[in-house]
């Protein structure tokens, strides 16, 4: 919430997806029971229908009328706009480029075409937009679909999926995936828009997104995948997987999971439990020694993190952790080809987690599968890992080579000389 002279800016969840609206002030409200925002003549900030993410810019003015956020999708490049609240306008500043996508062409680099642009008439959502009034902003959606559904999880509860594609990738039952999960702390995960993404995505790559419980949402979403309720995440997160391989988007032996942080502890958990449901998997500095970790008060996130998985000095709570824990759970069998990055430097998790795991799996699973599960560590960056935006390219260009051989795609690759 931010309040200004004249205007108080609300920012809600409407059926998962993020809002923000402005309320005029002073209210003329004479009432002692609870007033419904839409009593308030609210303004709904007009946003494309492919969003994924807002975030308020620098609003520090107090007596300004102009709000000013940042757009974003997994198909549409980051735009500023500056909504005016008294006026009920928005007028667009800027949106990022990308190289050979953002210009009016016929084709990008592997002839995919892209007509793309996208224009914002009258919000169904606010009444006092002029008709005829329009923003026009560059958008992918043509050429890749954006959709969000819902999938039923092992108790009911509908897990928000966002799944990104090539217009052409649609319901081939071949078509290779990467599910991306977090679910902890009451973040939301990321769905902004990612360039990396369409050296993916133009190669028939499905991407898609689970909202588990434990992450950000409307209601009790991060309460109901905390604690004693964890498990609820891992469920929510195999629940998406099997729906992306039973509802044709995805093959069953080309879906791919990755996890960073405290995600690759949902991820890790997952394989324990279904062996087989990924092909590959991509562990990112993650939290996978729980049990001892949190055994530890003298690291810096042990006691803070009390509150999001339990006290194992309790023993109720060391029960249930144990139960999930990625490292504890390691069992014999067929696991997938695993890429796992750590930081030496990493003050949030231990390398040591990462290199323990990997050993672990390699000691009690069989030995093709051992060989294809490999340990990455960054000897001098941080959790975060080395900035700079060519080391970045180095380490997205590593991670996709990866999934590209752990899908047996590699002679196709260099059949269509893209490598």
Known sequence: MDIFHGHLV??????????????????????????KLENLNPWFF???S???????GSNHDFMSSIYR???????????????????RE???LHQEEVVGLTEKAESDSYGVAFPFIFTITKSKKDESLEDGQQQSWTDLSEAFSCERIEVVSHDGFMVPLTIVRSQKAKHTNQSPGLLHGYGAYGEVLDKSWCSDHICLLSRGWVLAYADVRGGGGEGSLHQSGTRACKMNSIYDFTACGMY???????????????????????????????HSLFSAVILKVPFLDICNTMLNPCLPLTI?????????????????????????????????????TASFHDSRVGVWEAAKWVAQVREKTCPTCSQSVILKTNMSGGHFGEGGRYIHCEDVAFEYAFLIKAMGMLDDEKQSHVL
Not at 318 to 324: A, T
């Open 90 to 92: 928005l007028t667009i």
């Open 244 to 274: 992306l391989v039973n509802e044709g988007f995805v093959h069953k032996n080309k879906l791919a999971a990755i996890g960073c942080s405290a995600g690759g502890l949902l991820v890790a958990a997952a394989i324990n439990i279904y």
């Open 46 to 48: 007009p946003v494309p």
């Open 10 to 35: 609300l920012s809600i969840q409407q059926k998962g997806l993020p809002l923000f609206c402005s309320i005029d002030i002073p209210m003329s409200v004479n009432s002692e029971q609870p007033i």
């Open 50 to 56: 492919c969003l994924c993410s807002i975030v308020a």
């Open 304 to 340: 803070l993190d009390y509150d999001e998985f339990g006290d194992p000095r309790n023993q109720a709570d060391f029960e249930i952790i144990h139960h999930y824990s990625p490292y504890d759970n390691i069992t014999q069998g067929c696991y997938p080809s695993v890429l796992v």
């Open 69 to 87: 956020v940042v757009i974003s999708s997994p198909v549409m490049p980051d735009i500023i706009v500056d909504y005016d609240m008294g006026k």
